[in-house]
């Protein structure tokens, strides 16, 4: 889709200075992720955090995720533990989010973590904002940038048509690769899936050699991503589907499904890769054309697939 907006801009070092310069003038900017696109500002900062929870009307309850350029830095706001450090050494930079336990003097203000004992930390591995953060001093707290429990976006357009001018600053840094939120765990004597992802609880395990446990039942929000109602297009939605329901579209998974106008394939070669990067895409197309109804057929729960269904039966509460 061509830009026909003035507050996207293209990644160059020009660009990345003006965000830096936006940032330490405690502004907000959208910014590029691996996973989705997110509100970006300094974490350190309660007006700035403040900003964002307005912008999004989000609940003060749910708490945002903090993104840091190197561990060094995270030394600072959180105790490190050996779990997290060979967490850390696998698979960060990347889409796993840590909930860890936040230091007394810890500089992170108390309304970006609701003001809970531990705090959401995760190392991005998108180029544009690896290079934006080597050029402040301070992480970043990067929530989805999204209207709260909306659908989060996979590119600059879907942020401006989220926010319109509201966001000056929009970096745009491509379609983001992964398209769903990270994975998070919580680290401490033993690791907890909180909310699935790419990074599956079959490659931790895999990667620890010991079985992981899975949270289904959080009595406190430590991490976003655990509200019941969440990534919702705003229309009804029914899963598991076999057919298709008079007038609904239809989001389908597979190579058994004919091409119609109103069937939406996430992947026709049924890969749960692609199936999940092109599920929010899907989700704001149908929105697009005006469908009053959503049908969904049967995603394979294993893998990626669970880190889908999970998204799928938050958005069609």
Known sequence: MKNIYSNIYKNSKKNLN????????????????????????????????????????RPKKNPLIIHYDSLNELKEDAYINSSFLKLYYKFSPGPLTYILKKKKNSKICTYAN???????????KHK??????????????????????????????????????????????????IGLESTVVKVSNEI????????????????????????????????????????????????NCKNREDKAAFIVFGKKYNKNKNVFNLSKKGSLREAGKNLYKTFRKIKRLKYK?????????????????????????
């Open 18 to 57: 003006k965000a830096k310069n936006l940032l330490m003038k405690n502004h907000i900017v959208a910014l590029p992720t691996e996973t989705v696109y997110g509100l970006a500002g300094n974490a350190y900062k309660k007006g700035v955090v403040k900003k964002i929870f307005n912008l999004k009307k």
């Open 114 to 124: 609701a003001n809970l004992d531990t705090i959401a930390v995760r190392f991005p």
């Open 128 to 177: 544009d904002i690896k290079k934006l953060m080597k050029k402040i001093n301070f992480p970043l707290a990067i929530p989805s940038a999204n209207i709260s429990s909306k659908i989060s976006p996979v590119s600059a357009i879907d942020v401006v048509e989220e926010f319109g001018n509201k966001i000056k600053f929009v970096l745009d840094g491509g379609r983001s690769k």
């Open 192 to 239: 907890k899936i909180i909310r699935p992802g790419l990074i599956s609880k079959k490659d931790i395990e895999r990667f620890l050699k010991k079985k992981v446990a899975f949270s289904k039942q959080i009595k406190k929000i430590i991490s976003p991503g655990l509200l019941k109602k969440h990534y919702s297009p705003g229309i009804p939605m029914k899963l």
């Open 293 to 317: 109804k959503i049908n969904v057929a049967r995603i394979p729960n294993k893998d990626f697939g669970i880190a889908i269904n999970d998204r799928l039966k938050k958005a069609s509460n």
